[in-house]
């Protein structure tokens, strides 16, 4: 669990991971501003019931960084 301070693209190749999970977001909110929480839960094949595995927090300034990553391999919505 942690907030995310900078993002920047890694250039070492990189594989699909095997494990399909499910995610949840929220919006935290505190005295310095909002938060976008990002939770991954267990994959289908654990054997508890499902709990979240890792969370991630980005702020104002790191949405912005992911907003033009996800634009870069995806596209801007704004584009045909």
Request: a neutral charge; glycine letters at 4%; proline letters at 6%.
């Amino acid at each position: 669990m942690a907030r995310i301070r900078s993002i920047k693209q890694n250039q070492v190749a990189q594989t699909v991971h095997p494990t399909d999970v499910d995610a949840t977001w929220a919006i935290v909110s505190t005295p310095s501003g909002q938060f976008l929480q990002l939770s991954t839960y267990g994959s289908d094949t654990r054997s508890s019931e499902p709990k979240v595995s890792q969370t991630v927090q980005i702020d104002r300034q790191v949405a912005g960084e992911l907003r033009r990553a996800l634009d870069a391999v995806f596209g801007s919505p704004d584009q045909p």
